[in-house]
């Protein structure tokens, strides 16, 4: 079964960074798309940033954020600088993956989220 396991959250002060990282592993025959999405507290999940042959930048990230994809390792980043206290939430990776059994689910594949916290 394919799977997202994440890694780099945690707390940081306010202009501090973050590299977020997630890895899909599993029955993986493709990957057309990876990406991060968001939480905050009464907050819908947004889009962050994704990758799939071109990069996309919530306008609130922009210039603050970088996506970044390693394909041989099917890993997907997140470098996140000048952090803001709005930054907080909890991050999830997202990867459209087609299998060996056929395509995966319509909505993607998720992990489990990380918890990103910023506070002075």
């Known amino acids: 079964q394919v799977q997202l396991v994440e890694s780099g959250g945690g707390l940081v002060q306010p202009g501090g960074s973050l590299r977020l990282s997630c890895a899909a592993s599993g029955s993986i025959f493709s990957i057309s798309a990876m990406g991060w999405y968001r939480q905050a507290p009464g907050k819908q999940r947004e889009l962050v940033a994704t990758s799939e042959g071109i990069t996309n930048y919530a306008d609130s990230v922009k210039g603050r954020f970088t996506i970044s994809r390693d394909t041989a390792k099917n890993t997907v980043y997140l470098q996140m600088n000048s952090l803001k206290p709005e930054d907080t939430a909890v991050y999830y990776c997202?990867?459209?993956?087609?299998?060996?059994?056929?395509?995966?689910?319509?909505?993607?594949?998720w992990g489990q989220g990380t918890q990103v916290t910023v506070s002075s």
């Open positions: 997202y990867a459209r993956i087609r299998t060996a059994q056929g395509i995966g689910p319509p909505l993607g594949y």
